[in-house]
C-alpha cells in the first residue's frame, strides 16, 4: 500500500516555481493618463493628459528596461505610451488649428493682459492719460479674451463689462480700470453669461470721460463677434 502510494507521487510532475515581476506604478499610471486623453476628442484639454501620459509611459519603459528582469509590465507601459501619443497629438492638433483659425478675417489678436492691462496709464503733466501704445488701438479691429463680469441679466445679452482677470468676474472684485472693457454689441449677437473665458471681436474705443464709477471703463468694445475661448 505504501509503495503504491510512493509510486504515484513520484509519478506526478514537479511544480514550477512561480515567477512574479513587479511593476512599475508609472506604468499603470501612463495608461490611466493614455485613457483620459482620449477626451482630446471633445476637448483640445485632453492633449495636456496625453503629453503627462507619454512622459510617464517613457520613464516606466526605461526603468523595465535596465532592471534586467526585476521589474515587468513592458507591454502595460508601451500600451500606455502609445495610446498617450496618439491623444496628445490629435489633441494638439486639433487646439493649434483652433488658435489659428479662431480670430475672425480683417481682425487683428491681442492680448488683454499684455497690451492693454500691464500698459497701464501714462503721466501728462500730473493728469492720467491713455498710455500711447493703448491710443493706438483706437478705432483698430481687435479680437480679445477674457472674462464676463456678471451683472442681472445673464441672458440674450446686448453688452458687458469684460474683464482681465477671472477672480474679479467670479468672485465679485473691482476690477482696475485698465482691467476691463466696456461691450456693446452692434448686430444681432445676444450671448448668454458663461464663467468660462470668452472672446470678443470688434472695434477698440478709447473713452476718457470714464473711470468715474466702480464699474466706468475708459476702453470700450463695439462688438461684432463672440465665441467660447480655447485652452490658449
Same mark, same amino acid.
Given at each position: 500500500?505504501?509503495?503504491?502510494?510512493?509510486?504515484?507521487?513520484?509519478?506526478?510532475?514537479?511544480?514550477?516555481?512561480?515567477? /512574479?515581476?513587479?511593476?512599475?506604478?508609472?506604468?499603470?499610471?501612463?495608461?490611466?493618463?493614455?485613457?483620459?486623453?482620449?477626451?482630446?476628442? @471633445?476637448?483640445?484639454? *485632453?492633449?495636456?493628459?496625453?503629453?503627462?501620459?507619454?512622459?510617464?509611459?517613457?520613464?516606466?519603459?526605461?526603468?523595465?528596461?535596465?532592471?534586467?528582469?526585476?521589474?515587468?509590465?513592458?507591454?502595460?507601459?508601451?500600451?500606455?505610451?502609445?495610446?498617450?501619443?496618439?491623444?496628445?497629438?490629435?489633441?494638439?492638433?486639433? *487646439?493649434?488649428?483652433?488658435?489659428?483659425?479662431?480670430?475672425? $478675417?480683417?481682425?487683428?489678436?491681442?492680448?488683454?493682459? /499684455?497690451?492693454?492691462?500691464?500698459?497701464?496709464?501714462?503721466?501728462?503733466?500730473? /493728469?492720467?492719460?491713455?498710455?500711447?501704445?493703448?491710443?493706438?488701438?483706437?478705432?483698430?479691429? @481687435?479680437?480679445?479674451?477674457?472674462?464676463?463680469?456678471?451683472?442681472?441679466?445673464?441672458? $440674450?445679452?446686448?453688452?458687458?463689462?469684460?474683464?482681465?482677470?477671472?477672480?474679479?468676474?467670479?468672485?465679485?472684485?473691482?476690477?482696475?480700470?485698465?482691467?476691463?472693457?466696456?461691450?456693446?454689441?452692434?448686430?444681432?449677437?445676444?450671448?448668454?453669461?458663461?464663467?468660462?473665458?470668452?472672446?470678443?471681436?470688434?472695434?477698440?474705443?478709447?473713452?476718457?470721460?470714464?473711470?468715474?464709477?466702480?464699474?466706468?471703463?475708459? /476702453?470700450?468694445?463695439?462688438?461684432?463677434?463672440?465665441?467660447?475661448?480655447?485652452?490658449?
Amino acid at each position: 500500500m505504501s509503495n503504491t502510494t510512493f509510486a504515484a507521487r513520484a509519478d506526478t510532475p514537479p511544480v514550477e516555481d512561480f515567477s /512574479y515581476s513587479q511593476v512599475p506604478p508609472l506604468a499603470p499610471i501612463s495608461l490611466a493618463f493614455g485613457v483620459c486623453a482620449a477626451s482630446s476628442l @471633445v476637448t483640445p484639454l *485632453g492633449g495636456l493628459f496625453g503629453l503627462i501620459g507619454v512622459i510617464c509611459g517613457l520613464l516606466a519603459w526605461r526603468k523595465i528596461a535596465v532592471s534586467e528582469g526585476a521589474f515587468g509590465g513592458a507591454l502595460l507601459a508601451k500600451a500606455g505610451t502609445a495610446a498617450s501619443f496618439s491623444f496628445a497629438s490629435l489633441g494638439i492638433g486639433w *487646439g493649434a488649428y483652433a488658435y489659428a483659425t479662431e480670430v475672425p $478675417d480683417g481682425f487683428r489678436r491681442i492680448s488683454f493682459k /499684455y497690451d492693454v492691462s500691464a500698459k497701464g496709464f501714462a503721466n501728462n503733466e500730473g /493728469y492720467r492719460a491713455i498710455h500711447p501704445e493703448v491710443q493706438a488701438l483706437d478705432g483698430k479691429q @481687435v479680437f480679445i479674451k477674457g472674462y464676463i463680469y456678471p451683472e442681472r441679466q445673464m441672458f $440674450d445679452l446686448p453688452g458687458f463689462i469684460f474683464c482681465l482677470d477671472a477672480g474679479d468676474c467670479c468672485f465679485g472684485g473691482d476690477p482696475a480700470l485698465t482691467d476691463m472693457i466696456d461691450v456693446k454689441f452692434v448686430n444681432d449677437v445676444r450671448p448668454d453669461y458663461s464663467d468660462s473665458r470668452v472672446a470678443v471681436a470688434g472695434t477698440f474705443k478709447i473713452n476718457p470721460a470714464g473711470g468715474n464709477g466702480t464699474l466706468d471703463p475708459v /476702453y470700450s468694445i463695439e462688438a461684432t463677434h463672440f465665441s467660447k475661448s480655447g485652452i490658449f
